[in-house]
């Protein structure tokens, strides 16, 4: 077999078995060695930043890493918003880029210029930032090492995508007949930790606390250890709240989970953490969008340990004074079944109280004063109507915050691109969604913002006769940015207002043959407005400058957020700690 075969016959041997395509030049040998491999197949898209958005959401719902090809130059550039996304949020992907022939290249002219061979262009030097390896084979041999390489980097340890860039003529070189997969090059190896050691430092952690309280972050749920975690909470009676990116690993009715924590988190739930004097975070980074922009004001009353994989991420923490343990999670239960925290009578009901006034409430107030449609009623409604093991995927701004909000979790799957956020990624994504797992109902939702980036693919949609359910928030604007400039900017809409539009959508869904369907009211979400025989696409029509509430304004902890609270409600809801009501 030649180079393009050998990736084939590759990918086919790691249970991979559909592979997201544009194609171009110097993809079309590997495009062709796809087609004609008995065990595999490939999936055509319009635009190669939607086949990484795509495989991104591969390994989310089935543990397999997505996979792309693309040509080179413009092919390959296209890819790296969506490489990115999987790279911030820790989800293997392995993406194949055709290039030039070696001896068209700049390197083997041996000179300094821009550019030898059309289209060439060094997309290892630009993807590596944002792969966690990328690296151009120029013989058969290194082919050979580096597609079993990358693979064990992209799916062990913190994971993460990886690029492989293959020239012209490997791809035609003749490989032989023999796949070489070694488990064991390129893995990341931990030690396993002493089971009874770690539970003695944690117990010691916990030692004297009257408050505690865990943090589950996305990397329980990506090590598996997550349904052991809870079991420990639940047994132990420690509350817990969760990031974002958790929120798909487990069951948002469990007795101990209090809400998600953050810039735009459940107001409850930030003033339980806030209030605490243990906080034990599990696989979370602890961004900006968690602490706020002032680490200083998180948590402030609490000792603070945080156990990750990623030892570079422990580094950010010597600052803080936080205590930290490197391993992988998970190892952690085996410890845990060993650690028994204790709290007080006064904590556990202080717990029960915020959980009872903020877990699931719509506490929003802007379309009761304008007397408007609620984003967060439209979420909750349909949340109700969707099957209970969707795939439910959200794109970026104030519609990812009006669902994630709002969305009770039961046997949902439910994402997004956490850390890089683009604008685009639940359309492709929901496309990935629908080829990895057919048969569940796929919701991607929307903002008319985002909705616009990757439009394009709703041609693949209707290509391929997927049955997705697309969701279109439209409040006419960047409604995340514009909140921004009212509180910064005296309310002046530059290029989120003024400069922006919307086209009909009616007419788009039309265009691209999908049904089509408006919501103007509540009364309009009724059981079938996400289902039909094809893709539907529902918009829904939001006051222009609808509000995410609640939401942290610059300077102020997380648990003041806007719309604020009065005095005497904010001490009633932080009786453990004072904090100062003023930005810092």
Known sequence: MNGADYIAQFLADRGIEQIFVVNGGAAAFL????????????????HEQSTAMAADSVWRLTGHPGATIATSGPGATNLLTGIACSYFDSIPAIHITG???MRESAAYMGAQVRQCGFQETNIVAMAAPVCKYAVQVRSVDELRRELSKAYNIATTGRMGPVLIDVPMNVQQDEMGDEVVYDPIIGTDFMPIPEAAALANRLNDFFAGAERPLVLLGAGAGLSGAADAILTWVERSGVPFVASWSALT?????????????????NRGANSILQNCDRLLVLGSRLDNRQRSGNPKAFAPGARVHVIDLDGEELKKYGPDGYEVTHIDLRNLPPSLDQVAPSSSQPWRSYVATMREDFLGRDISTFANRNGTLSPYLVMSRLNGIMDTDAVVIADTGATLCWLYQTFQRSHQALHTAAGNSPMGYALPAAIGAAFAVPGRQIVSINGDGGFQLNLQELQTIRHYNLNIAVVVVNNAGYGIIKQFQDSYLNSRYEASGRGYSVPELADIAHAYGLDYRRVESADDLTGDVLRSDRAVLVEVRLAPNTLIEPKLEMGRPINDQFPYMTDEEFAKANPFVSFPRSPI
């Open 31 to 46: 495009i062709d060695a796809v087609a004609r491999h008995p065990q595999l197949d490939y999936r055509c898209f319009v």
């Open 99 to 101: 290039q030039v022939n």
């Open 249 to 265: 690993f487990f069951d948002h009715g469990h007795p101990g989970y209090c809400g998600p924590i953050g810039v735009y988190g």
